[in-house]
């Protein structure tokens, strides 16, 4: 199916985007930007100043029809990662991280541990830094979950990515669609001062019905962000894709967003989940909050 005309990507060019390459480069770090081949990167690299650090390697232990990670065997984690992390963060300036990661199943916390030491590191050389994290589903284990909000960071987003009837199909039997909802609910039962995100992959089969029922869930778990994006084939073994969206459509989706309670969604064809995440977070979450707080 080819692509319609207002899904184009900009060729990353510029100043900053120099600058966050050679910082990455030179500690061997690895962006969720490069390896899932985001649309955004140009945008986010050259414009917001902004980059999603993929931690733990770019060898993912599960194999997600959608995804352009590469699956296998990884190796264990590097132990000087998170302090490579807070130098990077350092030299690109950066107010904002968004820290991910690939599936660790082979690894007892499945990689929690070492997201909480990336997340302390980070603060104890940055602390005005606000951190997201966009974390697996760990198998569901809720003192992995646990292990994350313990680390207390500002964000903490998981992806139900596609809607129910369509999880068996898009992604690894190990994932679950009540297990990704499961993981957010515990989030915010756990620690409701901790923002909850998530986000919905568009293009794969689902319906309207289905695309409004997946949002009602996310509500009802207590998600305070969604995004909703075209999802792109990354190669032919990949799934097709069943259906490029109006940009209209889109705009209809985050109205709907907004009337379920949000506390802020974007929706667009190339809205990634971690897309802007610092501009979408500081302007329009915190502020909304300030602005609602009753003195």
Same mark, same amino acid.
């Given at each position: ?15 900053s985007f120099e600058k966050i ?21 140009a945008e986010c690299w050259q ?188 190669? #032919? ?6 259906? =490029?969206?109006?940009? +209209?459509? @889109?705009?209809?989706?985050?109205? *709907?967003? !907004? %009337? ?6 974007? #929706? ?6 971690? =897309?802007?995440?610092? +501009?979408? @977070?500081?302007?329009?979450?915190? *502020?909304? !909050? %300030? ?5």
């Amino acid at each position: 199916m080819e692509k319609p005309d207002w899904i184009r990507v900009r060729l990353p060019i510029g100043h900053s985007f120099e600058k966050i390459t050679q910082a990455l480069r030179k500690r061997k770090l690895v962006t969720v930007c490069e390896e899932a081949h985001c649309p955004n990167i140009a945008e986010c690299w050259q414009n917001e100043g902004t980059a999603t650090f993929m931690l733990m390697g770019d060898i993912c232990t599960r194999g997600c029809k959608f995804c352009a990670v590469k699956s296998g065997k990884p190796a264990l984690p590097d132990p000087a990662e998170p302090q490579k992390l807070a130098e990077a963060i350092a030299e690109m300036e950066l107010d904002y991280a968004v820290l991910t990661s690939v599936n660790r199943d082979d690894l007892p916390d499945q990689g929690a541990g070492h997201f909480a030491a990336c997340i302390n590191a980070i603060r104890a050389a940055h602390p005005d830094t606000l951190i997201e994290v966009l974390i697996p589903d760990f198998r569901g284990k809720k003192e992995a979950i646990q292990t994350i909000i313990n680390a207390q960071p500002s964000v903490i987003a998981h992806n139900i990515e596609t809607v129910e009837r369509l999880q068996a199909a898009v992604r690894d039997k190990r994932a679950s669609y009540q297990q990704s909802l499961h993981v957010l609910e515990y989030v915010k039962q756990r620690s409701p001062k901790i923002y909850t995100k998530s986000s919905l992959m568009l293009g794969l089969g689902e319906t309207k019905e289905e695309i409004l029922q997946t949002m009602t869930d996310l509500r009802k778990a207590n998600t305070d962000i969604i995004t909703l994006g075209q999802y792109l084939r990354p190669s #032919s073994w990949h799934v097709p894709v069943a259906k =490029y969206y109006y940009p +209209e459509e @889109f705009a209809y989706y985050k109205i *709907h967003a !907004e %009337e379920l309670g949000f506390l802020f969604s974007i #929706s667009g064809s190339l809205v990634r989940s971690s =897309y802007r995440a610092g +501009e979408l @977070f500081i302007k329009n979450v915190v *502020h909304h !909050e %300030e602005n609602t707080c009753i003195i």
